[in-house]
C-alpha cells in the first residue's frame, strides 16, 4: 500500500424527497445561485419546480443556465463564467448528470480566475480558487457528485480533456434514487458502464498488498452488476437505483484508490472516441476496455485472474489461472450486451478511418503515454483501437 | 436501504513517516495545542519526541497532559478542560489509541461547555461546539480517529457512556502503520476484536435492501480476519499493519452504515464489563458477540447464514440455513481463539455475582432497552450474560 492523504468533504444527503433540502443547504453559501441544468427534461419531471420553490423559501435568489449537452462544452463554461462574474454568484447548482455537474464545476474554477478555463484543461494553469458547487444527481454515473474529477470538451478541435483537484469536491450533493427512474434504457446502461469503469480503473493496479481496496472494489462491482440488471427489468426499483446511485457514488469519491495507483487508460482513449464522434462515454468504455484487457492481460495474470473469480464467479483454475482470467474479461463483455451497450467500433458505427488520429491524439503524437498499469503509447493505442474493431 | 446524510471531513494522512507533518497539519488550527496522551510508551518508541519537534518546527506551543488509561476517566477529561481554558488551547492533539482519542474528544466537547462534560454523557446536554481535535494513531482499534463516538467512564459508579456528535470527527488523523509495530500481541488481538465489533454491530440490522453496505463491510471483515493473523505471526509486518489500519478507521467512519441501522447491544453490554470490571474492551467483546449471537440468531437467520457463507467461507446449506448460520458463529469463535482472546466470562475472571447488577445498569433498571435488531431488556441481557459464562 502507497503513503496517501484522503479526505473528502462532500455532504451526502441521499433518499426520497431530499431534494427539498437544496433550498436550506444552498443558503449557507450566500443568497445568489447560478442555477445549471441540460434540457427540458427536469422541468418535465417537476424537479425544476421543486428546486425553484425549495430556493425561494429559503430566500435564495437564482440565475438559470440551461443547455448542458452530453459531453460538455467549453463555450458553455465560458458563457456560465460570464454569468457568475456579473452576477456575483455565490454558489453553482448543478441539477442533472456528470455533464451539468462537470460544467459546474468549470464554471466554478474558471469565476475565480483572471486567464481562461481552458488553461487548466492544457495544464497551463493549475486552478487556486473555485466557487462552491451544488449538486442534485439525476443520472447515476459520472461519479462527479462526489469527486475532483472535471471533463470538458473544446468545440475548437474537439478536444475532451479531463481535470482534477480537490477544490472542486461539491459541497454538498443530493441523491435521491427516484429522479432516476425516468431514465431511458440505453442511459442506465451508459451509467452502469461509466460506475464500472471507474471501479476497474482503480481495480487494475501495480500496487501490491491493497487486499482492503481491492475487496471494497470487488464489493461495489458486484453490486453494480446485480442492481443494474434488476434495474433494466423494472426502471423504478427504488431499492435497486439506492444501490446503484450510492454505489456510483461510492465508485468515485476517492475512498477506493486509497493507497493504490490506478489506470485511467481506457478513460483516455474513450476520451477520443467521445470528443470525436460525441458517443456516450459509457458505451465507449464498453468497447475500449475488453479490447485493452486483451491486450494486456498478460501483464498480471493473476490479478485478471482474481477479478475473474472473485466478480464474475468464474470457477478459478489452478491449472490455467490464463483462462480463468479470459473467461472474466469474457463475462465482461455478456454483461454489456446483457445491457444492451457495444462491444465494437463497428456497432459504434466507427470505421478504420480515423483510428491511426485517436491514437496520435490520445497520446500527443506519441510524445506522452496513457495508462499506469501498462504505459501505452500510440503504437499500444492504435492496436487497442484495432481490437475493438470486431470481436 | 433508508434515507440518510453523510459528511466525513476527517482528514487521513496514512502511510510511513507521516507523524513528521503534524506540526505543520496542528497549525492551521492556532499556535496552542494540548498535547494528550498515556504513559511511556509513545517516549520510549521515540514518537513523543518526533512529535515534539515538528511542533516546534511549525511554530506551535502544546501544553502537554499525559496519564489517560483503558477505559479513559472523566478525572482526567476535566482537568484536561482546565487545561484548555487556561491556557486557550486552540486544537487537542490526541497521540494513542481510542482511549486517548476519546479522552481528547470529551475535553474538546467540555471546553466550549459552560456545565460539566457528564452533562453530554447522561443525555442532560447535547455539544453545541467543540475544539478541534488531531490525532496520530497508534492502536488500530476504536475507529476514534475518524468517528463521531466518544466513550468516557465516570469513576463515581464506574459508569461508562458514550456520546456521538459530528462536531468530534477529528479534524485530521494520522496512521503510520509502523506505530503499531510494538503492541503487544493480547493488544492486536484486542483491537482486531474491536474492529470486527464494530463492522458486526453494523451488520446485523433489520434494514433491508443494503447490498452494497452488506458487500463493503464483509469485505472489510475478510481484509481484518486474514491481516490480523498475518500480524500475529510478524507484528512487524507493514503491509498487514496497513490494512488492518486502515480497515479500523473504515468500519467506524460512518461510511459502512449509511443508509442501514445498526444494532450496538453487544457494545452497551460491554460498557457494564469493561465498566465494572476494567477488562479490555476487545477482550469484553469476544465474549459478549458469540453469546449475543447465539441468543438471538433465530431472529434472522438469512442474514447469519450470509455473514456465515460470505465472511467465513462456511458452505452454504440451502437445507438448513440454521446449520450455516450456527457454523459461521463457531467460525467467529474459533477466530477469537486463535487470537488468544477470551470468549467466557469465567476466562476473564468474572463470575456470577454481579450479573444481574450489570443486566441492570445497562437498561437503567429494566426501564430501556438496548439494541435495534432484536430489543433486550433486562431479562434478555441476563440470558445473554448467562450464556456468556462458560461454552
Not at 451508459?190 to 471501479?199: M, N, V
Request: some cysteine.
Amino acid at each position: 500500500m502507497e503513503n496517501f492523504i484522503f479526505q473528502n468533504p462532500t455532504k451526502i444527503i441521499f433518499g426520497k424527497d431530499m431534494e427539498r433540502q437544496v433550498g436550506a443547504e444552498a443558503a449557507r453559501y450566500g443568497k445568489k445561485v447560478l442555477l445549471h441544468y441540460g434540457g427540458g427534461s427536469i422541468k418535465q419531471s417537476g424537479l425544476y419546480d421543486k428546486v425553484a420553490n425549495s430556493l425561494k423559501a429559503a430566500g435564495v435568489d437564482y440565475v438559470e443556465l440551461p443547455g448542458v449537452k452530453p459531453n460538455p462544452r467549453l463555450s458553455l463554461v465560458r458563457e456560465g463564467i460570464r454569468l457568475c462574474r456579473d452576477h456575483g454568484i455565490a454558489l453553482v447548482l448543478a441539477v442533472g448528470g456528470g455533464s451539468v455537474i462537470d460544467s459546474s464545476k468549470g464554471i466554478a474554477m474558471g469565476a475565480l480566475y483572471e486567464g481562461d478555463v481552458w488553461d487548466f484543461f492544457t495544464g497551463k494553469a493549475e486552478p487556486q480558487a473555485a466557487l462552491p458547487v451544488g449538486t442534485i444527481l439525476t443520472i447515476p454515473a459520472a461519479g462527479s457528485e462526489s469527486s475532483t474529477g472535471c471533463v470538458i470538451t473544446n468545440e475548437e478541435g474537439w478536444y475532451k480533456r479531463p481535470v482534477n483537484s480537490e477544490l472542486i469536491y461539491p459541497r454538498f450533493s443530493i441523491l435521491n434514487p427516484e429522479l432516476a427512474f425516468t431514465l431511458p434504457k440505453y442511459q442506465i446502461a451508459c451509467g452502469a458502464s461509466d460506475i464500472l469503469a471507474h471501479l476497474m480503473e482503480r481495480y487494475f493496479t501495480n500496487t501490491l498488498h491493497v487486499e482492503l481496496t481491492d475487496r471494497l472494489i470487488e464489493a461495489t462491482m458486484k453490486t453494480i452488476i446485480h442492481n443494474v440488471s434488476a434495474i433494466m427489468e423494472n426502471p423504478s426499483d427504488y431499492d435497486a437505483w439506492s444501490e446503484v446511485m450510492w454505489g456510483g457514488t461510492v465508485a468515485h469519491n476517492n475512498l477506493l484508490n486509497t493507497g493504490r495507483v490506478g489506470d485511467w487508460a481506457s478513460h483516455d482513449i474513450e476520451h477520443e472516441l467521445s470528443g470525436i464522434y460525441d458517443v456516450a462515454h459509457g458505451a465507449g468504455l464498453s468497447v475500449v476496455f475488453p479490447a485493452w484487457m486483451k491486450y494486456l492481460y498478460r501483464h498480471d495474470i493473476n490479478r485478471f485472474a482474481q477479478f475473474a473469480a472473485r466478480v464474475w464467479n468464474v470457477d478459478y483454475s489452478v491449472w490455467s489461472p490464463e483462462e480463468t482470467a479470459l473467461l472474466g474479461i469474457k463475462r465482461l463483455e455478456d454483461f454489456y450486451r446483457s445491457l444492451g451497450l457495444p462491444v465494437t467500433l463497428a456497432e459504434l458505427g466507427i470505421t478504420d478511418d480515423r483510428l491511426d488520429e485517436m491514437a496520435g491524439k490520445c497520446t500527443n503524437s506519441d510524445t506522452t503515454t496513457v495508462g499506469n498499469f501498462v504505459k501505452l503509447g500510440k503504437a499500444d493505442v492504435l492496436s487497442i483501437l484495432k481490437l475493438a474493431r470486431k470481436q
